[in-house]
C-alpha cells in the first residue's frame, strides 16, 4: 500500500508555533524561506539551517515524521553537490582519472544542500503546525487570489483521491504478473506503464467532469469562496506580532551579516 503524507498529523499538538497566528506565521516563515535560500555564503547558510533547526523543535513534531520525507530533498541535494564538485572550474582538490574535484565546486554544492535542507524543514515546521483548512483559510486572509485558494484546495483533496485510483491500477498490474524487477524487456516495461499512466489520466478526467458536474447542480458558479465556509477563526495577538517581528528580523539579520563573514 502507499504511503500518504500526512502533514496534519501533529497539527493538533500544543506549542508556541500551532498558538502562532496562522497569516503572521506564513508571512514570517515565507520571509525566512526567502532569506534562507538567497544567502550567498555557506557560513551565513549554515546560521540559517541551525535557526530552522531550532524553530523546528520549538513545533515539537518528532523529528522522525520529517525524516522520512527529507530523503528525496537529499536525493536532489546530493545530486547537486556531486555534479557541481565535479564540474565547478577552480582549485583542483583530487582527481579521479579525467574527473577532478574543485574546492569550489564542494563549496557551492554544500551551499545548495544547506540551503534545500533549511527551507524543507522551514516548510514543514510552517505547514505541519496547522491544520490544511487552516492555510487555505489564512492564505485568503492574506489577499491571496480565490481562483488559486480553489486550486489548493480541489488539488489537496483530489491528489489522494488519484494515488487511491493508481493504487487499483498498479495491483491490478501485479495481479496480472507485472513485476517491475522482472520484466522482459525495457521497452515491454515502458509500455505498460504507458498504458496505466494513459488510464489514470482517462479516469482522472472522466472524475474531473463528474466532480465539476456535480458542483454545478449545486450553484456552483467559479466564484464561491470556500474559504468563508471553514470555521477556522483568527485572532492575532501582541505576541504573534512579537514572534513575526523577531523571524523576519532574524531574516533581514541573516543578509547583513553575510557581507562581514
Do not use: C
Not at 101 to 122: C, D
Not at 166 to 181: C, D, E
Not at 200 to 212: D, M, P, T
Request: charged share 20%; no cysteine.
Amino acid at each position: 500500500m502507499m504511503k500518504y503524507l500526512e502533514i496534519e498529523r501533529y497539527a493538533a499538538r500544543d506549542s508556541i508555533l500551532h498558538r502562532f497566528d496562522p497569516r503572521a506565521k506564513i508571512i514570517a516563515f515565507l520571509f525566512l524561506i526567502f532569506s534562507v535560500v538567497l544567502v550567498p555564503d555557506l557560513k551565513t547558510a549554515l546560521i540559517g539551517f541551525f535557526a530552522a533547526i531550532f524553530l523546528f523543535l520549538l513545533s515539537r513534531i518528532p523529528v522522525t515524521f520529517v525524516l522520512n520525507y527529507i530523503r528525496w530533498v537529499a536525493i536532489f541535494a546530493i545530486s547537486f553537490f556531486v555534479i557541481l564538485a565535479f564540474t565547478f572550474p577552480g582549485e583542483e582538490l583530487a582527481r579521479f582519472y579525467f574527473l577532478s574535484i574543485t574546492v569550489e565546486g564542494l563549496y557551492a554544492g554544500s551551499l545548495i544542500a544547506v540551503r534545500a535542507f533549511s527551507a524543507i524543514i522551514l516548510v514543514f515546521t510552517m505547514v505541519g503546525t496547522m491544520r490544511f483548512e487552516t492555510t487555505v483559510k489564512a492564505l485568503g486572509r492574506l489577499k491571496v487570489p480565490d481562483s488559486l485558494v480553489q486550486m489548493l484546495v480541489f488539488t489537496y483533496r483530489y491528489i489522494f483521491v488519484f494515488r487511491d485510483v493508481f493504487q487499483r491500477i498498479w495491483t491490478a498490474m501485479g495481479s496480472r504478473g507485472f513485476k517491475l524487477l522482472r520484466i522482459r524487456t525495457v521497452l515491454y516495461s515502458l509500455r505498460t506503464i504507458g498504458k496505466a499512466a494513459g488510464m489514470l489520466f482517462v479516469l482522472s478526467y472522466e472524475r474531473a467532469e463528474r466532480v465539476y458536474r456535480a458542483m454545478r447542480s449545486r450553484g456552483y458558479t467559479g466564484t464561491n469562496n470556500p474559504k468563508t465556509l471553514m470555521l477556522a477563526e483568527f485572532e492575532i495577538r501582541l505576541k504573534d506580532y512579537l514572534l513575526a517581528a523577531s523571524i523576519i528580523v532574524f531574516a533581514i539579520f541573516l543578509h547583513t551579516i553575510s557581507v562581514f563573514v
